[in-house]
């Protein structure tokens, strides 16, 4: 299994980036998918969800209006179009993908190594 993010790098304040995750070695059409954040010193944050289908999709507040995720099921990517970007933007940016198992299973969660977003002037 692996999830390999990319797409990261250096931008302005204001400017965009778009994130990629290319999933391989499991169903990935059947997984939903996340996005999370882990900014220096502070924990890992979700940031966007998307369903196995991409019919349903939820935001954090703080990245709202600005960030929007997609998938495409054909490709087994997930991506995450960043515009407005803030400094407080900064972040490793993880690729994560999870099903449910039910009868009191823990999911299955698989994730990326990572991509560095700075936002910076």
């Known amino acids: 299994v692996q999830l390999v993010e990319s797409g990261g790098g250096l931008v302005q304040p204001g400017g965009s980036l778009r994130l990629s995750c290319a999933g391989s070695?499991?169903?990935?059409?059947?997984?939903?998918m996340r996005w999370y954040r882990q900014a220096p010193g502070k924990e890992r944050e979700l940031v966007a969800v998307i369903t196995s289908a991409g019919d349903s999709k939820n935001y954090a507040d703080s990245v709202k209006g600005r960030f929007t995720m997609s998938r495409d099921n054909a490709e087994s990517t997930v991506f995450l179009q960043m515009n407005s970007l803030k400094p407080e933007d900064t972040a490793v940016y993880y690729c994560?993908?999870?099903?449910?198992?039910?009868?009191?299973?823990?999911?299955?969660?698989?994730w990326g190594q990572g991509t560095q977003v700075t936002v910076s002037s």
């Open positions: 070695g499991f169903t990935f059409s059947r997984y939903d």
């Open positions: 994560n993908a999870r099903r449910s198992r039910g009868r009191g299973l823990p999911p299955l969660d698989y």
